[in-house]
Every structure is written in structure tokens, then in C-alpha cells.
Nanobody, 126 residues
Framework: QVHVVESGGGLVQAGGSLRLSCAAS????????MGWFRQAPGKEREFVAH????????HYADSVKGRFTISRDNAKNTVYLQMNSLNPEDTAVYYC???????????????????WGQGTQVTVSS
């Protein structure tokens, strides 16, 4: 198993930026594809971004494409989500998730991930 912990959430004004971090335990981090999801009150958990084990493949939800960037540093066992041009619609709890695969195929469904963090709150004020 891998244990993941998110950090970096907070309150930001519309148009601002935040960078979320997801720290993973263990020596097998490079074997995992990673994803970011978010869930706003009263809404289903939705896909945000995916990155393959090597970082060679990334995939984004249309709603964040061009504004968010997912990256990873396997030496630090950490995946990042850089969020720019934030708007109030981005307000949600953001979750980091991991799945054990070295496939480059994007994983966009929550049930495709086996390990989840506890979430970090992102609030964007207008």
C-alpha cells in the first residue's frame, strides 16, 4: 500500500494561484499513476488531473485545462497540482489518489484508484 497526504489548500482570491502537494510514503511511488479529484458541496466527486508513473502522460478535465498543471517528482515521492487563474467554481475539497500501474493510459474514474488522501480544502473568493 501507499499512504498519501495532501497539503497546500487554503483561501485565495479569484484570479490567484495555489499549489497543492501530495506526499506519498514508501519506495514504490514511481510505480503509481496519480490523480487529483475534487468535490464541492452537493456535487459528485469529479476528475481534475492525471499523471502517469513516469510523468510522460498527463490528462486534464476540460474545466481546468490550461489553468492547472499536474507534475511529479519521484525522487521526493510527491505529486503537485499548480492551480492558476482560480475562480469561485474551483472551490472544493481536493483529493490526491494513487493507483498501482505503469500504464500511460489516463485514469479518470474515481474507482480506478485504490489509495486516497484525506483531502485539502480550496476556497476561492470572488
Amino acid at each position: 500500500q501507499v499512504h498519501v497526504v495532501e497539503s497546500g489548500g487554503g483561501l485565495v482570491q479569484a484570479g490567484g494561484s495555489l499549489r497543492l502537494s501530495c506526499a506519498a510514503s514508501g519506495r514504490t511511488f514511481s510505480n503509481y499513476a496519480m490523480g487529483w479529484f475534487r468535490q464541492a458541496p452537493g456535487k459528485e466527486r469529479e476528475f481534475v488531473a492525471h499523471i502517469s508513473w513516469s510523468g510522460g502522460s498527463t490528462h486534464y478535465a476540460d474545466s481546468v485545462k490550461g489553468r492547472f498543471t499536474i507534475s511529479r517528482d519521484n525522487a521526493k515521492n510527491t505529486v503537485y497540482l499548480q492551480m492558476n487563474s482560480l475562480n469561485p467554481e474551483d472551490t472544493a475539497v481536493y483529493y490526491c489518489a494513487a493507483t498501482l500501474t505503469r500504464s500511460e493510459v489516463p485514469r479518470v474514474g474515481p474507482r480506478e484508484y485504490n489509495y486516497w488522501g484525506q483531502g485539502t480544502q480550496v476556497t476561492v473568493s470572488s
